[in-house]
């Protein structure tokens, strides 16, 4: 399934995790009303990946370690710089006051 992704949109791999992580993120915001900053958000963009990883695992037959990495970053980049700010906004707010 996730080769057809790839195979339809004619998008690298490494774009469609950057927006497979920014889709999950939104979705994962909206459903459960919760904040980017309580990182609950970012917790299930951080599982998506996981149990994308552990499929990719079964599917070729063992760790393909530097892929996997790549994977794992891309995924989690953006999410974690967005939630990391939303916390740390008010933190920032204060101090230029």
Known sequence: ??????????LPDTILHIHAGMALLMLARLVTRRSFGTFIP???VAAGEAFNEI???LNFGSWR?????LDIVNTLLWPTVICLGVRLRPMIGKRGR
């Open 55 to 57: 499929m990719d695992r």
């Open 65 to 69: 370690w530097e892929d996997t990495s």
């Open 42 to 44: 970012w917790y299930v």
């Open 1 to 10: 399934m996730i080769d057809s992704i790839g195979d339809g949109t004619g």
